[in-house]
């Protein structure tokens, strides 16, 4: 029997909000880790109803105090053993601190064994110029860039992180290294890129990514893929979920780069052949699948709960905002199969 | 593209505790209904960093006000419509009221369409001969039992509901009965039933349910199954996962059935036929499969946890319960297949 135990489960401390009702943060994060095979543990900042996007909601956040205090609980029963950590919606600057010190002990304890220990901090901050966090959350994310391995700003929030004006593919590529030099940060995608105008819909989006050279130079690839015409929440907890457990695998194809520091890939390696770049084209193959299934599937849940709705709500349009949101909660579980071996393919290329 | 889309999944509003690290509760419940297609809300009864297994933990439990709160933000967002509720460990008498509300609340609303709506309770009272929570969460359960479809009281809760000592088959089905008249339960199963002396393990154990006919008798059947020497937690809120989902599968497997009230089978069903004696054979199968392939890895998981031990922990044994209970956490993300399908039989025997 012990002969053919398979390796032990992967283990990712996953730290984001929950909702009890639909797809969002944890929500997403933990079924998307474990349908790929890792043991997550999830330190949930928030219990919500639903997402912000309904408008209205009930729940609770946890303190700084309380995230401290469930990290610890993991420590002192040996429970810490964790071989990644993702981190997205931390509410209030005092919580982005506290989760950032659980992300440096962990760096720290493991600092005798480089690689042993891989932090994907998602920045959550704003999107589409606005910040929609306190302001003091800014400066706090801005203290813990350097610790992490990856991280997943969008556009707009690799903009605040750089201090670079993201207008054109020359002002990115200006961002990203600005990155890559201000606070050491070995890996970068930039999510959901979008140059045209606002309000211009266009037909294909980009994510653009780097992974630095022993130098600290960028190596820029870009990988583009259609656009669905539609407002999803949680895409982008969906892509740090997915890109946490990808990266992993894509590193250890490549033989003993699992125990480089940073799983840093040789200056040898180019741009598009980089393991971020694997990783990024199989979860935006994922991502592409779920979408267009969710979409698809949309009319039907409009029609379904606008049944259920009184005349007079119908009559007055109350719950519009409600429905719609409902049917765009992204169809993870319905589409297990896009989310472990999804069939279309999006190649990344060298800029 | 209409024609062909799926039917919707079907929602389950799953309440129980959470766990940042490891498999109880809603930890649990949540990815076995998920792995099986289902859309589960889980309101999360309270956030520890691991159970009480390990005897020592950190976190807090929710109150009964927010546990109300939040199903109540649920429903403002048309979010409640349920086709199960599944409801295991629930922190207090307050708290056990509150989730019998809303459990009503769900009934009520769909008091027009019988068999839209079916409630799982799991009375999480004690074990062993031994009550573990407050003295007053007994009597507020026995209160909800009456509109619960179908309950999962181990051997000692059943004794508690019913008021039979149950030391024998013959006592068990006077119990089963007397569950089914005081508090006209449609659907029963009592888990992991022993009859071996205490501390002397048996080689095979059962589960016995029944599902009353339309005069009230009881339908009785009986699954044996091999026992794995070893104390597992959280098997009691796996099985109440994997029955939930089942049973439905089960019952939409009989023409017209999943609109009878209760999901009630036919008088002319015999025990052994009933669905949720399939349910339930189905349940055991991925049960025993998991269980085996966690006990295998068990060596591997102490040694590799002894191994990052302080030498002065090591020497002293300190940490041997909580290396114990971790060890022995359900390997449920490794064996996905396990719950989707399992391919051992047990079959249900009519007593």
Known sequence: MAASTPAPAPRVLAVASHVVSGYVGNKIAVFALQSLGYDVAALNTVQFSNHTGYRQWTGTKVSAQEITDLYNGLRQ????DFDMMLSGYIPGAEAV???????????ESNKHAPGNFFWV??????????????????????????????????????????????VDLESLNTAIQALHDKYRIPHVIITSVNFSPPGQPSSHLSVIGSSMTSTGKARLFKIT?????????????????????????????????????????DDSASAAELPLARAAEKVLASMHEVLTKTRDAMPGVIERTRARLSEQDRASGKGEQQI??????????QNLECLRSPGVEFKAQQI
């Open 225 to 265: 893929f259609p656009s669905i015409d539609c407002y999803f929440c949680g895409t982008g907890d969906m892509f740090g979920a997915l890109v946490t457990a990808r990266m992993r695998e894509a590193v250890q194809a490549v033989p003993g780069l699992i125990s480089q520091p940073s799983w840093l890939s």
């Open 324 to 333: 719609k949101s409902k049917a765009s909660e992204l169809q993870l579980v």
């Open 97 to 107: 601190v506290a989760v950032g010190n659980i992300a440096k002990e962990l760096k």
């Open 77 to 80: 029963s040996y429970l810490d």
């Open 121 to 166: 901090l998602d920045p959550v901050m704003g999107d589409n110029g606005k910040i929609y966090v306190a302001e003091d959350v800014v400066p706090a994310y801005k203290g813990l860039i350097e610790y992490a391995d990856l991280i997943l700003p969008n556009q707009f929030e690799a903009e605040l992180l750089s201090g670079v004006k993201i």
